[in-house]
């Protein structure tokens, strides 16, 4: 079992900087990797980036790639995520995942909501 929690969301405004953060508790050694994704209402979900916890491979959705920045903390059991120049599109609600396997999504975080005005 891995408890993930999501913070630093809030209100931005367009160009503006946001950095996200999630938590990883419990059996954490047992993650393979840490993703990002996000929701807005009558839309479906969206990858955003994802990372290895051992080794630090990275992948990105191609509506963030540029501009979206996914990194981890060994030390903090937590996962990144750095979004610069934002926009209003970027609006919603952003999740974390941890998959224990490739191509496996096993826990999920509550979301932090994350605003960009124009």
């Known amino acids: 079992q891995v408890q993930l929690v999501e913070s630093g969301g809030g209100l931005a405004q367009a160009g503006g900087s946001l950095r996200l953060s999630c938590v990883a508790s419990?059996?954490?050694?047992?993650?393979?990797?840490m993703q990002w994704f996000r929701q807005t209402p009558g839309k479906d979900r969206e990858f955003l980036a994802a990372?290895?916890?051992?080794?630090?491979?990275?992948s990105y959705g191609d509506s963030v790639k540029g501009r979206f920045t996914i990194s981890r903390s060994y030390a903090k059991n937590t996962v990144y995520l750095q979004m610069t120049n934002l926009k209003p599109e970027d609006t919603a609600v952003y999740y974390c995942a941890a998959a224990r396997r490739l191509g496996s999504l096993d826990y999920w975080g509550q979301g932090t909501q994350v605003t960009v005005s124009s």
């Open positions: 990372i290895n916890w051992i080794g630090g491979s990275t």
């Open positions: 419990g059996r954490s050694f047992s993650i393979y990797s």
